[in-house]
């Protein structure tokens, strides 16, 4: 069985964890060490059976936990070198392995494939994790813009977690300064629900039968909103799509199991 772990997305911390093989491997540690345990313990996800983390890039929503984390669990982190030279200090006590864009590495029961996004950090990655069961897990937030990797690289997916950071009038009339709202809405900012949903479309086919809908603003954005945009480019596919949550993590997904209704 491959299951997916959504412990936690938004501005303030991000986390999740693919589970398959008697295995778990953790994607971002956004959270503190505690509260990843805590919210791993609410969803029955037993961190004794983590192998691995890896970390999309260095930014503190995805990291803050990291270091503490993999010491605590006895694990590698997995990162881009870029991430792990922006880290420094900060992975002190952690074994680093690093990642290298389009390549495929071998971890376990999993294998990881990861390519470049344009969000404006120091080499951030959009990340598949494929399972011994034959799961294709996407991760794609902090995106900047969907380039022609990130399209490629999401290609076949069963589940996929994707950024759906703000509505674009909520981000106007949010405010925040302009600058504020230029890098936010830039090319090397987040994704918009429009942008998520145009992203989304390509990518959809029989098999995609979870999109969760992550990263998203408290301040410029709403779950009614992102869900509006997706609907509109699902359309008839049997595809369940959830929003993940910052302050409380979602009942744990079996990805074997027959796609279901949309929820929130």
């Not at 049997?238 to 949309?262: K, M, N, Y």
Request: charge should be negative; include cysteine.
């Amino acid at each position: 069985m491959s299951t997916l772990h959504i412990l936690g997305s938004g501005s303030g911390g991000n986390a999740f964890a693919v589970s398959a093989g008697g295995e778990t491997l953790l994607v971002d540690a956004g959270f503190s060490a505690r509260e990843i345990a805590r919210r791993a313990e609410m969803v029955g996800l037993d961190l004794s059976r983590a192998t691995g983390l890896i970390l999309t890039h260095e930014h503190g929503d995805h990291t803050s936990g990291a270091a503490r984390l993999a010491r605590q669990l006895d694990i590698p982190v997995y990162a881009s070198a870029g991430t792990i030279g922006a880290l420094g200090s900060r992975l002190n006590g952690a074994e680093l392995r690093p990642l290298t864009p389009f390549g495929d590495h071998r971890h376990g029961t999993f294998a990881v494939e990861v390519c470049p996004t344009a969000h404006d950090a120091a080499e951030p990655l959009a990340v598949v994790v494929r399972t011994g069961m034959g799961h294709r897990i996407g991760f794609a937030y902090d995106l900047g813009r969907p380039t022609t990797a990130v399209r490629y690289l999401l290609q076949g997916c069963h589940a996929l977690v994707l950024e759906a950071n703000h509505d674009e009038v909520l981000l106007r009339t949010s405010g925040y300064p302009p600058v504020v709202q230029e890098r936010i809405a830039g090319t090397t900012g987040h994704l918009s629900n429009r942008a998520a949903a145009d992203l989304l479309e390509p990518l959809l086919h029989p098999g995609l039968g979870t999109v969760v809908l992550a990263h998203l603003s408290e301040r410029c954005n709403t779950a009614a909103h992102a869900m509006t945009e997706i609907r509109r480019v699902v359309g008839a596919h049997q595809t369940r799509i959830v929003v993940a949550a910052q302050e409380a993590p979602l009942p744990s997904i079996d990805l074997a199991s027959a796609p279901v209704a949309e929820s929130v």
